[in-house]
């Protein structure tokens, strides 16, 4: 059965990066809508995110995306009873290190690189860019490529991700929530730990599903027709076995 899928990109770069796989899964005869992040502290701007996301049948969310999409599947839990299907690609429960979550990004870590995007944003977003490619032997060629799909965007949009990247921790809605969901992680992700599988290992969620692929941070840019092809086996399962 073909879905209707909501594909939220990441952090810093725009809707460009994740057009190749937006194209992909359309091959496959799903309908895809790709949008940006947005400012889920705003509770209005979050509820007209849910809005939106009620009209499809698959939400997925790449890093800050896919933190996102699990703040959307849940509200639409909450608020409509309705359980969508939630899918993460490269995503951090929680970004930066907390008490209840060690295996994210250290806390001065992160400051250094807030600070440094309020001095110069254009040259922490470049090394940002870099990070994100970092891991693989196509790291020079990666980062040509992710650099020729980048899109200017809103500092205010963009200091509002780093805020959420901050402040989110969504480990306890993915605990807790009963619909469908499925996790793809790297094995050479700089960003974002390939430990962090073991942490939702731990869940017990009722359908909570892991997945590890090699691959940077990246992967759903450098790698697309894996990632379309892990996202489409993992529909076409569900849908057998529901």
């Given at each position: 059965?073909?879905?209707?899928?909501?594909?939220?990109?990441?952090?810093?770069?725009?809707?460009?990066?994740?057009?190749?796989?937006?194209?992909?899964?359309?091959?496959?005869?799903?309908?895809?809508?790709?949008?940006?992040?947005?400012n889920a502290l705003d509770e209005q701007i979050l509820q007209q995110q849910v809005d939106l996301a009620k009209q499809f049948d698959v939400i997925v969310g790449w890093s800050l995306g896919g933190q996102l999409a699990t703040l959307l599947v849940n509200q639409l839990e909450k608020q409509y009873a309705q359980q969508k299907v939630l899918i993460t690609l490269a995503s951090n429960p929680c970004f930066v290190v907390n008490d209840s979550w060690q295996t994210a990004m250290d806390?001065?870590?992160?400051?250094?690189?807030?600070?440094?995007?309020?001095?110069?944003?254009?040259?922490?977003?470049?090394?940002?860019?870099?990070?994100?490619?970092?891991?693989?032997?196509?790291?020079?060629?990666?980062?040509?490529l992710l650099q020729s799909l980048i899109q200017p965007q809103q500092i205010q949009l963009l200091k509002q991700g780093l805020n959420l990247l901050e402040q989110l921790n969504?480990?306890?809605?993915?605990?807790?929530?009963?619909?469908?969901?499925?996790?793809?992680?790297?094995?050479?992700?700089?960003?974002?730990?390939?430990?962090?599988?073991?942490?939702?290992?731990?869940?017990?969620?009722?359908?909570?599903?892991?997945?590890?692929?090699?691959?940077?941070?990246?992967?759903?840019?450098?790698?697309?027709e894996e990632t379309n092809d892990k996202i489409c086996q993992y529909l076409k399962k569900i849908k057998q076995t529901s």
């Open positions: 059965m073909l879905q209707r899928i909501l594909l939220i990109t990441g952090w810093g770069g725009g809707i460009k990066l994740l057009d190749p796989l937006k194209q992909l899964l359309q091959g496959q005869g799903h309908q895809v809508e790709l949008i940006n992040i947005f806390r001065l870590t992160f400051q250094q690189f807030k600070q440094s995007f309020e001095q110069d944003a254009i040259a922490t977003l470049k090394k940002f860019g870099y990070m994100v490619c970092q891991g693989m032997k196509s790291t020079k060629s990666d980062f040509l969504v480990a306890d809605i993915l605990k807790s929530y009963q619909g469908k969901q499925y996790h793809l992680f790297a094995q050479q992700d700089n960003l974002v730990s390939c430990k962090v599988v073991e942490n939702l290992g731990n869940f017990h969620a009722k359908f909570l599903e892991v997945d590890l692929i090699s691959g940077s941070h990246g992967f759903p840019i450098f790698n697309a």
